[in-house]
C-alpha cells in the first residue's frame, strides 16, 4: 500500500458524459501527478501539481481538466467521454515540487469504461 | 524530444538471471527510474540512477551508463511473482515532467 488512495476503484459511462476522478497523496507529499495507461500504450503523463498550482503538464486533451485543493487532494474531471477514452487513470504523489529526483508513488488506480 | 525505447517483452525461467534494457534520448537528464507493475495494478518504485554505474538492491540492481543514454535492470534468482511489466522512466532537468517507456512484460516460467 502506497499510501495513495484513489476512488472510485470502476466507473463505466457513457459516451459523452462527464466524470471526475478522486485521488488524495501520501501524507505529507505535496505534489499530485496523474497518468493515463491505455491497453495499447504505457504511462502517458498528464498534468502535475505542486501544492496547488499547476507544475507541468502533458498531453493532456482540452476535455480533460485538474485541480488540487487547499488540503492536497486532487480532482481529474474528463468531459465530453468518448470510446478511446476507456483506460487506467493513475495518480501518483511526490514529498516535493517533482524536481526530477523524487520517486512517484502511485495510487490503485481508476478503470473507466467509457460505453 | 525524449524518447525511451525497451523491448516488449521477454521470458526467463525461475531461478535464473535476466537483464532488462532500456535506452533514451533527452535533453537535461535528470534522472532514471525503474519501476516494477503487475497487470491492472500500480507501478511501484525498484530504482532510481543518476550516477553513471551499478546500483544494487537485493535481486534487483540497476545500472547506468549517461554517456550513452543505457541502462538495464538486472533480476537474479527469478520468481515467478516477478512476472510483471518493468517501466524504465526518464526525469529532466528542462521541465517536471517523467516521461515512461512502453514497459517490457516479462514471464517466468517454471
Known amino acids: 500500500d502506497s499510501g495513495v488512495t484513489q476512488t472510485p476503484k470502476h466507473l463505466i459511462t457513457a459516451t459523452g458524459q462527464r466524470v471526475t476522478l478522486r485521488c488524495s497523496p501520501r501524507?505529507?507529499?505535496?505534489?499530485v501527478y496523474w497518468y493515463q495507461q491505455s491497453l495499447d500504450q504505457g504511462l502517458q503523463f498528464l498534468i502535475q501539481y505542486y501544492n496547488g498550482e499547476e507544475r507541468a503538464k502533458g498531453n493532456i486533451l482540452e476535455r480533460f481538466s485538474a485541480q488540487q485543493f487547499p488540503d492536497l487532494h486532487s480532482e481529474l474531471n474528463l468531459s465530453s467521454l468518448e470510446l478511446g477514452d476507456s483506460a487506467l487513470y493513475f495518480c501518483?504523489?511526490?514529498?516535493?515540487?517533482?524536481?526530477?529526483?523524487?520517486?512517484?508513488?502511485f495510487g490503485p488506480g481508476t478503470r473507466l469504461l467509457v460505453l | 524530444g525524449q524518447n525511451i525505447d525497451q523491448p516488449t517483452e521477454m521470458t526467463a525461467t525461475e531461478g535464473a538471471i535476466v537483464q532488462i534494457n532500456c535506452t533514451y534520448q533527452t535533453s537535461g537528464f535528470n534522472g532514471l527510474f525503474w519501476y516494477q507493475q503487475h497487470a491492472g495494478e500500480a507501478p511501484t518504485f525498484l530504482s532510481y540512477?543518476?550516477?553513471?554505474g551499478l546500483e544494487e538492491k537485493g535481486r534487483f540492481s540497476s545500472f547506468l551508463s549517461r554517456s550513452k543514454g543505457y541502462s538495464y535492470l538486472l533480476l537474479k534468482e527469478l520468481q515467478m511473482k516477478d512476472s510483471a511489466s518493468y517501466l524504465c522512466?526518464?526525469?529532466?532537468?528542462?521541465?517536471?515532467?517523467?516521461?515512461f517507456g512502453a514497459g517490457t512484460r516479462l514471464f517466468v516460467k517454471a
Open positions: 501518483a504523489s511526490s514529498v516535493g515540487n517533482g524536481g526530477g529526483q523524487e520517486t512517484q508513488y
Open positions: 501524507s505529507g507529499d505535496l505534489s
Open positions: 540512477n543518476v550516477l553513471d
Open positions: 522512466a526518464v526525469t529532466n532537468t528542462g521541465g517536471f515532467k517523467t516521461i
